[in-house]
Structures are given as structure tokens and as C-alpha cells.
């Protein structure tokens, strides 16, 4: 029986006990948008690493504690996890056809709050972990860390700092990250990086208080103003005004242009989804799936004035807006404020107020990593599908957290099936076929890295 | 006793009588907004039109009836009142020391919810009629009309087809709008004009739903298409960019040049209550007055996108605004609507709906005509202090609806104080002195109308 087959079968017998564990720790509320079971999840979260031969340490200071398992293998080399125990909300609860955090399995489908984002994608890793162990005799072939937090859901605000500050602890050489699996095709596959981001309002005051429209002639109009700092940011082609915005923007790669040829057109999907005319500046085919590349700077929502029915003859004293720069490799969130500033004064809007709200930094793997290679390899011989790369996605994540400070490639691989697993609505669910699946595809990585190396 | 003294003796005896009419009056609600009271008030306007002596039409069909008198004199001109016996609703309650619609005299001052607006100017008028009649013998020197609506707080919807649907029963020479009076030095006046207004909804809709802003390189965003179409509208110099739209904008008189000469400078008045640190375009002085011949494309409110705490990443699939155009004479607003609408298909903004919700036109009489002329002598008479003329006041009103159709001069005249008489607020009040005044003032304008022409 080769060491593959060891796996699989250590998998298949060990299923129904990892099941049971994923029920139980879906059945632990952790609501980490209103602090409900945190401490229990957590605890519980450190115990089942512990059940698995995981030394642990429950980190404070960062918001919900941060529970870090590590493994030691035979060799060196270590892949890291990055996963969280807390969930979205479950409500609206009438929605719901089992109780959130009731766990149920009806037709081979597991149903829960988290029992996709992210409890079961850690349970299937942590089988993984155990089919490898087994096959190699009862040591790991690579050290393994498991890093799994309890405000992802909230938006990872101390995930940074957390990794800056225990690198030596964090040591590792790859990482994969919180989620992954199938697409609506079941065609396997991986994001190579993640956009940043840079969110801010902006707020510009032009009266102490509302005048009547029949003073416009004269008392200056705040969101007219705001209009003007508005075109002054991006012209109609989408590019942004702002000096030095493009200066740290790395070309795209040839690789990357290649596998944007290869993915799949998602054309029509958009068209029927959200009723699109026409993409921004008309883009269609080889050139949209590349845009991707292209930062943005985006309209969240302006508040200002009168907004009910029909008319009311006011100027309005204030106007605001949220604005969301997504960013690309290399340009830096930091850097991208400071040039807005110095943009914005140059133009004499000194006045206009700029609140920081969020920001992200952009991260990105090489197709060509070791790591990338391996885990096509494996999913091809789980899934019998080829694997598929998609270069940058649009949104942002704390991958650059770990990928920038410890100089890791990072990758998806995980229980994920197209949009059916209903992440953060009524209903969450995975397969457990799909749980099987990540399991063997993430045992197969595991039993591998050490030799990419 | 010349025949002034007579008018003012008249005016004095019977102040009394008057007041204790216009308490009455004000102790009828009349709520327009809500419906409340209308028929009631209406009848009553018509009843006391009667008592005096005028022909009473209730004229239906305009929304709540409109209340026309009419009562001949030995010349064929005739002077038009415009009134309104509809008021704002007294809320809130708890800020009046005394109820509303129980209007009470507490030193030289009455208080009641349409004391000043309008009901006291109406019964003013009347007064100064029967001091005039009283003077002549029994005869009035020219003919005298009042119109007074009912919907004058819901913006006169159907006032403008009212009066060309009575052209023969409206016919006159010369009208005294709703109010007037004395500002807050006591200095008498009356503006000469007051611009229109096209009141419109800019609606546009670029996806069937709002998108995350992850796409925000492929999906197009409704409020950066506002954005855009907003810029295409108005230059930085709030040049107006429709073309045409200044094509009917008459060059100011050298009267009305010279009248701003004279003004009294508002721009430290401006400064502290609007907290202003520049004008529109820096204007300043005489230019800053005269600047309300400029017409204005105002920004009453944006409708887009999130409006809450924090961001969210999300592309607005709809974005709305509210405009507001002032115009000047001989501009059109339906003629402007036009233009608009031309202007956003050739700057390809076809996908923009215009949503029209309200027009006025704009209405101005000449510094130069005897009715003017009249009018400031006997306002300088009776309050002892110069005339002050505004060409042109910055707000709109349905003078136009009358000054057009009728081919007439319209003025203010009434007994109005300042700021202080709380119109549309708690405490809605007149000084009895003021009410007086008022009489004597338009008293004055009647005995010598007929002699202008």
C-alpha cells in the first residue's frame, strides 16, 4: 500500500469521528460581532489541537484570544494554517430550517453556523494532519502550525500586530489559507494573491449650518465641493488622478497573463447576476479578466442633504464620502494616504477631512512557487480536474499579514463548493464530501512539502 | 381733515374692531398640510369678505377652494390682494406660551399660529379698505379684488391654472403680494421680483444590485456616474454648463444697478449666521449684491450607496440627486428642462432619468413704475424712513403666476417685522403697532391708485 493509499484509507475510516468533532465545535456559539462564546470556543478550539498532539498557547492583547498549535516533523520545514473559530451572526433565524447551532447532517450535507467559514475547513485540516501522521508512522514529515483566531469576522483588526510581534513562534515556509475548495463546476483551484485596501471617508463642512437654495448664489454649497474633489480623484477612464498612485504598481507577469488566457470567461455569470450594460471602459474578454490588476478607487455611498421625498430648497452645509481604494502589488495603504493628503491640498481642499477607517496590504504568490505546484498536483489526483489559478482576486484579506512580515508563499485549499455553502447566511453549509475531499487534498500537500524544498 | 387724516383717524377708532376680527380668524385652524380645518376657514374668509362689502366667488377645482372678493369703485382700476388663509402646523406644541389656534394679546403683540402669516396680513388689507371707502364717502376710489387660496404651505400647486382659468374675473392693474413690511432697522421696503425655479430628481442606475467592491475594476458605480454628470452640468466658476441656458437671461437695468448701489451690505450678517469663510466665486460688496441675477443650479442632496458607521465594500448599484435651478428673468424653467435633457443625451447620459417635481417662473416688476413709485411715498409717510427697493430677492414664489398672465406690477406691503415674527415657528406673532402701520400704508396706496395711470 503505498503511503497515498495510507491516507486515503486512514481518511475514510477516521471520517465519521472528524464529523462528530465538527458537530461539536459548531455547536459552540462564537459570535464574535457581539462577543457571544468566545472564550468557550477558544478553549475548546485549544483543547481539540491539544487532542491532536498540538502544543498550544492562547494569546491575549489582540482582541478575542489567538490560538496557536504547533507540530513538530521530521524535517524543518513547516506549512502553516491560518484559520478562525469565530462566525457571522446567524440571524435572520426563521430562515434557518435547523437551528444554527444545532449541527445537522441531512443527505450528506452538514448544516451550521460555520460549519464552512471557518470550523469545518479547520476540522478537515486537522484530519489531514492525523492521515499523514498515521502514514508516516506516527510523526509528521514537516513541522505543522495551526493559527486560529476569533475576529475574522470583524475584520481581523489585530491580525498584524499579532504576527509582527510572535514571528520567531510563526516560523514557517508556506501557509494555506483559511479556505478553498470546488468551484459551481467543481473545478478545483487557488487565488495566487489578494488585492489591499485603503478605506477612508472623506468630509468637507462649507456652512455652519443648511441655508435656503435661495442663497446659492452666494454661500458656498458643501456637496458641490465635495462633486469637485470627487473629479478631481479619477478621470472618466478610470484612472486615478492622484500623483504617484501608479509609482510602486509591479507589471503584470507573463505566467500570470498566460493563466488569465486560461480562465474561464465570467462574462455572461456578471451580466446575469448584476444586470450589467456595459463593464467599466467597455472591457470585454482577455482584457476584463486582467483588470483585476488595475487599482481602483471606489464610491461606498455619499451622505448629504435632503434625501426624502420630493424636493427641499436647501444648501447643504456638510457632505461625505467613503471611498475604497483597492490596491495591487506593490503599492503600499500607507503611502497611498499620504499622496491623497498631499493631492488634495495641492488642489485647495485643504479643508476636506480625511478619516482613516481600514486598510489592507496587497499579497501575492508566484504561480511558479514550489508550493503552488504541489498543490495542483494533489488536487488533480483528488478531484481528477484540472486545477485552476486565478492570478489576483478583488477583495482584500489579511493574507498580507503573515505573507509580507514571514516571507511565505500562501494558497487556498479547503471544504469549499462554488456559492452553495451559503457563507454568513441561513442555512451555512459543506458536503461531506467535500470534507473528505480537503482532507485527502491537504494530507496530499502535507506529505509533500518537505521535499520542495 | 384732508383725506389722509381721515383714513388714519378711521384706522385708529377702528383698530380695535379689526384685531378682535383677526383673532377670530386665527382661532380657525387651517392647516393645510393635513387637511385640517380648510372648508371651515374658507368659509369664514368668504363670510367676513361679505361683511365688508365684497362679492364673494369660492372657487373650487385648485385643491382647498379659493376665496376671491371683488368690489367695484369709481374708477375702473382695480388693485389685486393676494392672500392665503391656509397655515403651517403649529408643532411642536410644547414651545408656544400660548396655544396656537387660541391667539392672545400680550403686551402691544399677538400671538397665534398665522397671526402674520397670513391671516393678520389679510385683515390689515381689509381694514385699510373700509378706512379708504370710509374716506370717500362710502365709495371706494378704484376697484378692489382678493384672492386668497387655500394651499399657499403646499406650494400653490394649482394657483398658476387658477389664474389663467379667470382671467376676466382677475383682471386688474396692479397687485400687493401676501406680505411685507419693515426689516430689522425698521427701514420699509419691498422687493421687486423674485426668481423662478425648477426643482428636479437625477436618477441613475448602473447594475440591478449593489456589488462588492471587489469588482469595482469591471462593475460599473451608479454615484461615480453622478459624480460625472454633475461635473458635465456646472464649471468650477459655477458657470453653468447646459447649453442655452443663458440664451433668455436679461442684462440687469442701471435702475436695478443702482438700487443694489444703495442696499445695505448683508455680508457680515451672512458671515456669523453661516459661519462663512468665502462667497461663491470670492464675491464681495456690490458684487456680491447683485449676484442674485445670476442663476444657480443647486445641490439639495445625493442619494447612494452606504450611509452608516464605518464602510462597507460595496459598488452603489443607484444614485440619486436633488437639483434645484434658480432662474432669472426671462428665463423659462420649462425651457430649461428641455436643454437639460439635450444636454445629458449629448453628453451621453441618456441612461439618466429626470424626475421633474416642481417649477416656478420667475416674476420682476420695474423700480420705475408709479406703483412703486406710490408705494414708497406712502410707506415713507407713514414710517418716516427711505423706501429700500431689492430688485430681485433670491427665493420663488407664484408672483409670477399672477404678474405674467394679468400683465401687471406686483409689490409688498404688509406687516411684517424683520425676523421676529416667528413665521412657520413657535410664537408666530405681530406687533399691534405693525398691523397699524400696515393699514395706514396700503390705505395710502389704495386712496391714490386710481391716479397713476
Do not use: H, K, M, T
Given at each position: 500500500m503505498s503511503r497515498t493509499e495510507a491516507i486515503d484509507r486512514y481518511l475514510q475510516e477516521h471520517l465519521e469521528a472528524y464529523l462528530q468533532e465538527t458537530i461539536k465545535l459548531c455547536a459552540q456559539p462564537s459570535v464574535s460581532a457581539r462577543g457571544q462564546g468566545m472564550v468557550a470556543c477558544a478553549n475548546l478550539v485549544e483543547q481539540i489541537q491539544q487532542n491532536h498532539g498540538f502544543q498550544t498557547w492562547k494569546i491575549e492583547g489582540y482582541g478575542n484570544p489567538v490560538v496557536v498549535g504547533r507540530a513538530a516533523g521530521k524535517s524543518e520545514r513547516t506549512l502553516l494554517f491560518y484559520n478562525h473559530y469565530d462566525v457571522q451572526p446567524p440571524e435572520p433565524l426563521e430562515l434557518w430550517d435547523s437551528p444554527p447551532f444545532q449541527p445537522e447532517i441531512r443527505e450528506g450535507v452538514l448544516y451550521a453556523r460555520g460549519a464552512k467559514d471557518d470550523k469545518g475547513e479547520f476540522m478537515a485540516r486537522l484530519a489531514a494532519v492525523e492521515a499523514v501522521r498515521a502514514a508516516h508512522g506516527g510523526e509528521l514529515p514537516c513541522g505543522v502550525l495551526f493559527v486560529v483566531e476569533g475576529n475574522e469576522e470583524v475584520g481581523s483588526p489585530g491580525i498584524a500586530k499579532f504576527v509582527q510581534d510572535h514571528l520567531n513562534l510563526l516560523k514557517c515556509d508556506g501557509a494555506i489559507w483559511e479556505e478553498g475548495g470546488i468551484d459551481f463546476e467543481e473545478r478545483p483551484g487557488s487565488s495566487l494573491g489578494r488585492r489591499g485596501i485603503l478605506a477612508i471617508e472623506l468630509e468637507v463642512q462649507t456652512l455652519s449650518r443648511d441655508a435656503h437654495s435661495g442663497s446659492a448664489h452666494i454661500l458656498p454649497n458643501a456637496a458641490w465641493r465635495l462633486v469637485r474633489v470627487l473629479a478631481s480623484l479619477k478621470d472618466e477612464n478610470e484612472r486615478i488622478l492622484i500623483p504617484g498612485f501608479y509609482d510602486d504598481v509591479k507589471p503584470i507577469s507573463e505566467l500570470d497573463l498566460e493563466l488569465f488566457r486560461r480562465l474561464p470567461d465570467s462574462e455572461q455569470y456578471l451580466r446575469e447576476t448584476f444586470g450589467v450594460r456595459g463593464f467599466v471602459n467597455g472591457l470585454t474578454g482577455y482584457e476584463l479578466k486582467k483588470a483585476v490588476f488595475n487599482p481602483t478607487c471606489n464610491i461606498q455611498g455619499i451622505t448629504t442633504g435632503y434625501q426624502g421625498e420630493g424636493n427641499k430648497t436647501v444648501i447643504p452645509a456638510k457632505a461625505s464620502v467613503k471611498l475604497d481604494f483597492r490596491i495591487v502589488?506593490?503599492?503600499?495603504p500607507t503611502d497611498i494616504l499620504k499622496k491623497l493628503r498631499a493631492h488634495l491640498d495641492a488642489e485647495g481642499f485643504t479643508d476636506v477631512r480625511i478619516t482613516y477607517t481600514d486598510y489592507m496590504f496587497p499579497a501575492k504568490s508566484g504561480a511558479d512557487h514550489p508550493l503552488v505546484q504541489l498543490a495542483a498536483r494533489a488536487a488533480e489526483e483528488v478531484y481528477q480536474k484540472p486545477y485552476q489559478l486565478i492570478p489576483l482576486t478583488g477583495g482584500s484579506s489579511p493574507v498580507y499579514a503573515f505573507a509580507g512580515p514571514l516571507g511565505i508563499p500562501v494558497i487556498d485549499a479547503g471544504v469549499g463548493y462554488g456559492i452553495t455553502n451559503r457563507t454568513h447566511a441561513p442555512n451555512e453549509n459543506i458536503r461531506i464530501q467535500d470534507f473528505h475531499n480537503a482532507a485527502r487534498h491537504i494530507a496530499r500537500i502535507l506529505d509533500g512539502f518537505a521535499g520542495i524544498f
Open positions: 502589488p506593490d503599492q503600499d
